[in-house]
């Protein structure tokens, strides 16, 4: 079985060591390259090729979120998998609206960096707690003060339309989902569309996050 390829994008030495002890002990995984700087990043995706992009992006003069941008939009191949100590959370929705596949937290332990990257590989979304907290914050909208609040109210999803719901939770674009149900693109637009009227939300995150809270999906897949 051929191994995942990795590059490794850190400005500390420490931290690119510490996570290459962790991930010696997996099989089917090898860093194939790492990065001190978006230079050596963009040299490093050009010569390797890897499957995974490990990095922290929140280092002045080294990375930073154009960085991720950059990738998703020439490199759509490669699967973003952030390690970092921001847990800004306006830098975490920015991320997601990017469709990064994982964002751990520095402090998160051994076992969680594993799991991520197991989840990662079948193609799904893992978020630390810490980093849903602020997608949870993000996504909840208070009632303006004349306004009447309906967030009790109930709303009736379709099957088709939960099923939309937590392909998109996973990060496909329209395009993927109609290929994947064999519905055509304009059929799931639509859906797509009478979802995000049917429960007021305006994107993905919020849509996420009411997954989350109404059960649809579990924080580990989203």
Same mark, same amino acid.
Do not use: W
């Given at each position: ?43 490093? =995706?050009? &010569?390797?090729?890897?499957? @995974?992009? $490990? !990095?922290?992006?929140?280092?002045? %003069?080294?990375?930073?979120? +154009? ?87 109930? =709303?009736? &999803?379709?099957?088709?339309? @939960?099923? $939309? !719901?937590?392909?998109?939770?996973? %990060?496909?674009?329209?395009? +993927? ?46």
């Amino acid at each position: 079985m051929q191994k995942m390829k990795i590059l490794l994008a850190d400005a500390h030495i420490l931290t690119r060591r510490g996570i290459k002890c962790v991930l010696s002990e997996l099989d089917g995984f090898e860093i194939s390259a790492e990065a001190n700087n978006s230079d050596e990043l963009f040299e490093s =995706i050009l &010569l390797f090729s890897p499957d @995974i992009l $490990i !990095i922290d992006f929140h280092i002045p %003069g080294h990375f930073c979120i +154009d960085d991720i941008r950059k990738v998703r939009k020439n490199h759509p191949e490669i699967k973003v998998f952030i390690i970092s100590t921001n847990k800004a959370k306006q830098d975490v929705i920015k991320l997601f609206d990017l469709q990064i596949s994982s964002y751990l937290l520095k402090e998160c332990d051994e076992e969680e960096i594993i799991d991520a990257l197991h989840a990662v590989v079948r193609g799904e979304k893992f978020f630390c707690g810490k980093v849903m907290d602020a997608v949870l914050e993000y996504g909840h909208q208070a009632c303006p003060p004349d306004a009447e609040c309906d967030h009790c109210k109930a =709303i009736s &999803l379709s099957n088709r339309e @939960i099923e $939309i !719901i937590k392909l998109i939770a996973e %990060g496909l674009t329209t395009k +993927d989902i109609a290929k994947k149900i064999h519905l055509s693109f304009f059929t799931v637009a639509t859906h797509r569309k009478n979802i995000f009227k049917k429960l007021q939300i305006r994107n993905s995150p919020e849509l996420i996050s009411y997954a989350l809270k109404e059960g649809i999906i579990s924080q580990q897949v989203a």
